[in-house]
């Protein structure tokens, strides 16, 4: 699944999978959807498979994880406007 993001701008990207379908927004806004059932058993966040050095040149800010709740199926979602508590 590919998409379209501003080279030096700031986004929100969520991925959430419920049911077997796995959802893609970036600001808020589906993107797409797609049946997804495979089994993630190793997770990498920030690598890119563009080069020798497998690295992006992007800054993640925050990364939030949720094992067994899809949080966001519908057409739209909040995207956060602060950090998540530490609790």
């Known amino acids: 699944v590919s998409c379209?993001?501003?080279a030096f701008g700031r986004f929100h990207?969520?991925?959430s999978r419920?049911?077997?379908t796995?959802?893609?927004y970036i600001n808020g806004t589906r993107q797409v959807s797609?049946?997804?059932n495979f089994n993630f058993d190793t997770l990498r966040v920030g690598n890119c498979f563009t080069d020798a050095t497998n690295t992006c040149g992007v800054r993640i800010e925050?990364?939030?994880l949720t094992v067994g709740v899809g949080r966001h199926t519908g057409a739209t979602m909040t995207v956060p406007t602060?950090?998540?508590p530490n609790a």
């Open 4 to 6: 379209s993001i501003t």
């Open 13 to 15: 990207l969520a991925l």
């Open 18 to 20: 419920s049911g077997g």
């Open 22 to 24: 796995m959802h893609k």
């Open 34 to 36: 797609a049946a997804d």
């Open 62 to 64: 925050e990364v939030r």
């Open 82 to 84: 602060s950090a998540y």
